[in-house]
């Protein structure tokens, strides 16, 4: 079984940056990928963006392309986003979530951190 906490967020002031953290415990991530999704009020969850573990490669949305970056500590068994240039539009609940890296399911789920962006 795999647990996933975040932590990181906050409010920010729009042009700002925000670092998200997602640590994993439990069996090591090389045969697994991290992914960021995100759900503000009244909307569906979205996806963000994603890792596989063993390589570092990297899939991002149209929307945060260019101004988010996804990235793993390994050893750490730790995922972050970082976040820059942020937007009121990114405000909403971040979640981290793992899968197999051969597989479009994400079977684990962190609680989710707030992250809001004022005007």
């Known amino acids: 079984q795999v647990q996933l906490v975040e932590s990181g967020g906050g409010l920010v002031q729009a042009g700002g940056s925000l670092r998200l953290s997602c640590a994993a415990s439990?069996?090591?991530?090389?045969?697994?990928?991290m992914g960021w999704f995100r759900q503000a009020p009244g909307k569906e969850r979205e996806f963000v963006a994603a890792i596989i573990w063993s390589g570092g490669t990297t899939d991002y949305a149209d929307s945060v392309k260019g101004r988010f970056t996804i990235s793993r500590d390994s050893a750490k068994n730790t995922g972050y986003l970082q976040m820059n240039s942020l937007k009121p539009e990114d405000t909403a609940v971040y979640y981290c979530?793992?899968?197999?890296?051969?597989?479009?399911?994400?079977?684990?789920w962190g609680q989710g951190t707030q992250v809001t962006v004022s005007s």
């Open positions: 439990g069996r090591t991530f090389s045969k697994r990928a």
């Open positions: 979530a793992a899968r197999d890296w051969n597989k479009d399911k994400y079977d684990y």
